[in-house]
């Protein structure tokens, strides 16, 4: 069975500071990786996605990750935070196999983001 | 664009009391999926659609059942509601593909059950 563990239930960091918000998983074959991030009374929304290929992943808002298979983790950074970024961060893996795949979403990392 | 629309946004209901939750996506998505968000228990697969006519249990489907009649529609229907279904659920669609696992969401029906 495939799972998803994000260790820190908060994180908080001072503006103009980098930020890691970690994510570790664990799956039967070869991973898809995903971020997603949820503002206040909002849907999720996808911020990147790691599939295969470069290890670091770039996206939205300046967000990156960096895909480590040797040590299953998948952690989120983004090298200065802004007080925007509050917000819950949730990380998501799905097994690669073919056909309809279940995505588990991990229980959520809420930035906060210091002015 | 309108993406997915989920209504309603609130409802509070009594126990015993039924009603749907609709979602519509406009991005002529194949797969569609209800989650139900609790605190520190991340999100929660109940049902979900491969396409129009066909539906599946998620990991949480006891006491609700779903429907998708029509491409853009999916409906999630409580029965009998009990406080422990008190939860705020989001629908989420997606393209088949490469590209089917980024989910598109809603922004959450948030649901008390008295």
């Known amino acids: 069975a495939q799972s998803v563990a994000q260790p820190e239930d908060q994180v908080n960091v001072a503006e103009g500071n980098p930020l890691t918000v970690k994510c570790t998983y664990s799956v039967s074959g070869n991973p898809y990786l995903f971020w997603y991030v949820q503002y206040p009374n909002r849907g999720l929304q996808f911020l990147l996605k790691y599939i295969t290929g470069d290890n670091l992943v770039k996206g939205s808002y300046g967000f990156e990750a960096e895909f480590n298979k040797s040590q299953t983790s998948f952690h989120l950074k983004k090298p200065s935070a802004l007080v925007s970024d509050s917000a819950l961060y949730f990380c998501?893996?799905?097994?690669?196999?073919?056909?309809?795949?279940?995505?588990?979403f991990g229980t959520g990392t809420k930035l906060q983001v210091i002015p | 664009n309108a993406g997915v629309t989920q209504t309603p946004k609130f409802r509070v209901l009594k126990t015993g009391q039924s009603m749907t939750l609709l979602c519509a996506q406009d991005m002529n998505h194949e797969y569609m999926y209800w989650y139900r968000q609790d605190p520190g228990m991340g999100l929660r697969l109940i049902h979900y659609?491969?396409?129009?006519?066909?539906?599946a249990k998620g990991e949480v489907p006891d006491g609700y059942n779903v429907s998708r009649l029509k491409k853009q529609n999916f409906l999630l229907g409580l029965e009998s509601a009990a406080p422990s279904q008190t939860s705020v659920y989001f629908c989420a669609s997606s393209y088949e593909g490469i590209a089917k696992n980024i989910q598109y969401f809603g922004a959450g029906t948030r649901l008390s059950v008295l």
């Open positions: 998501a893996v799905r097994d690669q196999p073919g056909g309809y795949q279940k995505v588990t």
């Open positions: 659609s491969v396409g129009e006519g066909t539906t």
